[in-house]
């Protein structure tokens, strides 16, 4: 690295923690081995970055990660104090790089705007508890939600209030939060997603639009595809037939005026 890219590094990070703080190593870890709760959480992680995906796709200036590692200061990093959000989006920043976390000292001080931990019986206590009280009071992330796949009554959610605070978000009708930051609905969905669960169906925290319409996966959009093509090609055969029915309807007609002594070309 050159002299004045340390030095510029060294000058952002400056801005985040005390001078008298040395600065984080360059060593950092991005993976702890651990697996998620469950393979619901997996897919209800995934489900959650793909339709973040979707509904952003408009714009280029954001960045979706999911069981990522949020470094924010030496003495986490010194600690190993791994956190790493289930679910978090970050605005108006540089989209293109890539990222294997979020190095809040390499992002210029910013911190993710939104998130979402995905609660167990495990987790339940933290996600409530200590993280919500370290996205309030230290990353200052401006919503913060906790779902549990296995529970659909669990969502809860909090925003920011002008003192820096969380203040919980009330559920509308249908039991959706609404989360400003992305302008979108999020609530429970009942459905099969990706071959899970097994038999029946379940309940996924999922995204919905202004509109309150279901902001569909890829594989969603694909099957809506599917279907429509093939109520196109329904469509098609039935005019097919129903054309062909009139045409043998001619033809008896025709048959039946000669019989009578009639030129059917002649009416």
């Known amino acids: 690295m050159s002299t004045d890219a340390t030095t ?32 619901r959480h997996r897919i209800a992680m995934n489900v959650l970055i793909d339709s973040a995906l979707a509904a952003l796709s408009g714009r280029e200036d954001f960045f979706v990660g999911g069981n990522m590692f949020v470094y924010y200061s030496s003495v986490q990093v010194l600690n190993r104090d791994f956190r790493g959000p289930d679910f978090f989006v970050a605005l108006d920043i540089d989209g293109s790089r890539e990222r294997q976390g979020w190095v809040v000292w390499e992002e210029d001080g910013r911190y993710p705007d939104m998130i979402i931990e995905l609660m167990s019986p495990s987790t339940a206590r933290i996600d409530r508890e200590e993280k919500k009280r370290l996205y309030e009071r230290t990353f200052h992330t401006t919503e913060y939600f906790i779902f549990d796949p296995f529970d659909p009554q669990s969502l809860k959610g909090w925003h920011l209030d002008n003192k820096q605070r969380y203040e919980p978000l009330d559920a509308n009708e249908s039991g959706w939060l609404w989360c400003e930051t992305l302008q979108i609905w999020l609530g429970p969905w009942e459905g099969r997603i990706r071959r899970e669960p097994v038999q029946g169906k379940c309940h996924w925290l999922r995204f919905y639009d202004l509109q309150g319409n279901l902001i569909l996966l890829q594989e969603e959009r694909a099957e809506q595809e599917q279907q429509r093509a093939e109520q196109e090609q329904q469509r098609a055969e039935q005019e097919r037939q129903r054309a062909e029915q009139e045409r043998q309807r001619a033809e008896r007609l025709a048959v039946r005026l000669r019989e009578l002594g009639e030129d059917p070309d002649a009416i």
């Open 8 to 39: 510029e590094r060294e000058t952002r990070w400056a801005e985040i923690v005390p001078v008298e703080v040395p600065l984080p190593p360059t060593n950092l870890v991005f993976d702890d081995g651990e697996p998620l709760e469950s393979n």
